[in-house]
Structures are given as C-alpha cells and as structure tokens.
C-alpha cells in the first residue's frame, strides 16, 4: 500500500507538489514590534476544596456560609464529685453480767481484828496471811450496804504488809492478796468494780503506829454530798 502511495507521488509533476514563499518584510516588521504586556496575568481559576470540607460548606452563587454543628458539647462538672461516706455499723456491746468473783477464803480461826476508823473501817490478818475471819467478813458487808444505799459513795482498799527491803515483792504481793480479799467481798455483795480504788502499798508508808498486816477500807464522798 504504500509503496503504491509513493508511486503517485513520484509521478505528479512537481507545480502539483505546492509551492512555498516568503514575505521578507512580514519576518522584520515581527521582529521590532514590542514585547507583549504580560504584567496582568490570567485569573486563576477557584481550586476545589478539599473532601474532608465539602460537607462542612454550603455552596451559594457568590458565598461560603460554614455549617454550624448541631450537636452540644459534652457538660464537664468544675470539680469530680464527693466520695461517699458510708458510717459504719453501730458497736453493739453484749449486755452479759460480769462473773462472780471467786470465793472468798473464810475461817473462823483466822486471826484478824475490827476498828471504827473516821472514814471507814480497819480489818487486821493473821503475819503472813490473807484470810478473813467472821468479824472481819461482817465488817466489809456493812460497808457494802452503806455503799449501796449512797450511789455517790466510792470505797478505796488501801493494804500494807512487813518485809526486808531486800525482798521488797514478798510484801506487795501478801498486800495485793489481802486487798483483793476485801474487793471480792464488796463486789460479791452489790458493789461495782469502778466504785472501789484498789492499792496495794506492801511496806511503803507502813507507819509505826498501826498494825502492819492490815486493810483499810475508806468510805469517799463527793464534796457536795459531805456538806
């Protein structure tokens, strides 16, 4: 096919092949005319916004309004709230009786003597023991029941013993026997343990003047119930 085509070619004679010419003066007029104003530079054609912003727009004629959420923000408190206070359950005591003291040693050989003090009473024991005899038994009852008929009334149970002072426990702990004899007896009959002051003194202040194996029981009152 195309060796056909440059067939015909070959044969036209050459007027048919076109003819070019060259106009001189066109070419110098071109070359001294001046340059093109190029200072206004075409408008840029608008850019299309971004996907992410498409649907935040409104498109108009002549503006962009933004489209304002419809949604509110979330409510944050000023300040986090309180922990509660959960009180705890009330202590409830068990309401049993105290136990009974233990028995009160009593012999009616027991050597121990009675006297009337201003305040109370003084009941003597055997050199070396802490037993009670009748006497000295009913002496402590009688105390007991002026203690119940005065509420106010508080007893205080002082006891001595002798000793060396090179074995100053032997005495403290015969004076701690004897004094504890006396409380059994006041609580065994009515007498709270907070309304008895127990000392046991052993050989300290044990004086001269008083027997040295004794227990004074003092009656306290308060001074608006001595006037």
């Known amino acids: 096919m195309r060796l056909m085509f440059a ?3 070959l044969a036209l004679p050459p007027a048919a092949l076109g003819q070019v010419t060259t106009n001189t003066q066109a070419l110098e007029s071109l070359k001294s005319a001046p ?3 190029t200072s206004a530079a075409a408008p840029e054609t608008q850019k299309p916004a971004p996907r992410h912003a498409r649907h935040a727009t409104t498109r108009t004629a002549h503006t962009t309004t933004p489209v304002k959420p419809t949604q509110k923000p979330p409510f944050v408190p000023p300040a986090p709230p309180t922990n509660p206070v959960i009180a705890p359950p ?4 068990p309401n049993h009786p105290p136990p009974p003291p233990p028995p009160v ?3 009616a050989d027991a050597a121990g003597e009675v006297k009337t003090l201003p305040e109370g009473t003084r009941i003597t024991f055997a050199p070396g023991g802490s037993t009670l005899n009748p006497a000295t038994f009913g002496a402590i009852l009688a105390i007991a029941e002026q203690a119940k008929a005065n509420p106010a009334m508080t007893l205080g149970v002082t006891a001595w013993a002798p000793g060396t002072t090179d074995d100053p426990s032997t005495p403290r702990r015969l004076s701690l026997d004897r004094a504890l004899a006396a409380r059994a007896v006041l609580i065994a009959n009515g007498i709270v343990s907070e309304r008895i002051r127990t000392i046991a003194k052993g050989m300290t202040d044990l004086g001269t003047s ?3 194996d004794r227990v004074d029981i003092t009656k306290i009152l ?3 119930a001595k006037k």
């Open 222 to 224: 308060p001074p608006a």
């Open 105 to 107: 040693p009593l012999r």
């Open 7 to 9: 067939a015909v070619l």
């Open 35 to 37: 340059p093109p104003d």
């Open 210 to 212: 008083a027997p040295p």
């Open 90 to 93: 009330p202590l409830v005591m």
